[in-house]
């Protein structure tokens, strides 16, 4: 048997359409700030990225670009004059931040409801509570909705997620309980992590070490979701070793194209979640 595979990149760009074609005849636009501190290369990559893709769906996007060198009060007074511009629905700071600036200060400075990344405590708090005002950071929503191509219902089904952070691990654990999947979070402490593994209908791997997760740590039939992002010798890959795991799994996530595409269409969801809840 020969997995197969979960196009990340098509379902990303169906969502965008649809939403594309949803805004159009809108009157008003949902308008998202993006904050990016610092000359980090990939992340100016990544945040060009979502401006483009906000302007294509027909939002309104800025791209605020700040030197190295901003202080912390400097980084606070923006979002400050962004939470209290009602023109503006959606407001994300990129991370990491330079060491200088204590990101955990600068993220709950962000307003809940323009929060698109679903990072301030408000935000987790919601979606532990199940509380529908959540907005759900982007990555954890996007795996769910990947998820659900393929589950009709998930309902009983063993989630195990490898990884534990902040933006993925835990808010999907969360995610998925609300979906009543039975969820089991192992991390870089757990003892025989494939022996669990192994008893996943859903493995999710969010752990940035590459190829790491093998056929043996893989139930037949199982549905493999790799978030990881990682390099070898300067080629992409994922947490899980695609090869080798390929006629164990029923359904995987490749990478690049998997999980990746999805967030930006989720952020950009989140973002015309916001302006609605905003509007009302
Ligand atoms: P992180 O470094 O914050 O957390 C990694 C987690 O993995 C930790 O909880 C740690 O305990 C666990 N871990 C580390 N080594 C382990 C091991 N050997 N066995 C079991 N658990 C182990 O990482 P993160 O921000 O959650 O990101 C994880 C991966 O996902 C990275 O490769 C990152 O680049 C990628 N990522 C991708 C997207 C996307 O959009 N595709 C978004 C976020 C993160």
């Given amino acids: 048997m020969s997995a197969q ?11 965008r359409e649809e939403l594309a074609a949803e805004l159009a005849f809108k009157k008003y636009r949902p308008y998202l700030a993006v904050v990016l501190v610092g000359n980090d290369e990939a992340s100016l990559i990544y ?30 007074d923006l979002i400050g004059r962004l939470n209290g511009d009602d023109n503006i629905h959606g407001v994300m700071v990129q991370l990491p931040l330079p060491k200088h600036i204590n990101g955990r200060r600068i993220i709950e400075a962000i307003c809940p409801e323009k929060d698109v990344d ?21 990555t954890p929503a996007g795996i769910l909705h990947l998820l659900k191509t393929v589950h009709q219902n998930l309902s009983g089904l063993h989630a195990v ?23 089991t979070v192992i991390h870089s402490k757990t003892v025989n992590p494939k022996e669990i593994t192994r008893q996943a209908d859903i493995l999710i791997a969010a752990c940035g070490c590459p190829k790491m997760v093998k056929k043996d740590w893989v139930k037949e039939g199982a549905t493999i979701i ?46 015309y979640q916001a302006y609605l809840a905003l509007k009302k």
């Fill in 5 to 15: 595979l979960i196009n990340g990149k098509e379902i990303a760009l169906a969502l």
């Fill in 47 to 76: 945040d060009r990225n979502k401006q483009k893709a906000a302007l294509a769906a027909g939002m309104d996007c800025d791209l605020h670009h700040l030197p190295e060198e901003t202080t912390e009060d400097d980084l606070l």
């Fill in 118 to 138: 679903g990072f301030t405590p408000q935000n987790a708090g919601r979606l532990l509570l199940k509380d529908e005002r959540a907005i759900v950071s982007a």
């Fill in 161 to 183: 997620i490898i990884g534990r952070s902040n933006i993925v691990g835990k808010p999907l654990a969360s995610l998925l309980l609300n979906q009543d999947c039975t969820v």
């Fill in 226 to 271: 790799d978030v990881g992002i990682n390099r070898i010798d300067g080629k992409l890959c994922g947490d899980v070793d695609f090869d080798d795991v390929c006629d164990k799994a029923a359904f995987i996530t490749p990478v690049p194209g998997g999980v990746g595409p999805m967030t930006i269409a989720m952020l950009l969801r989140n973002t």
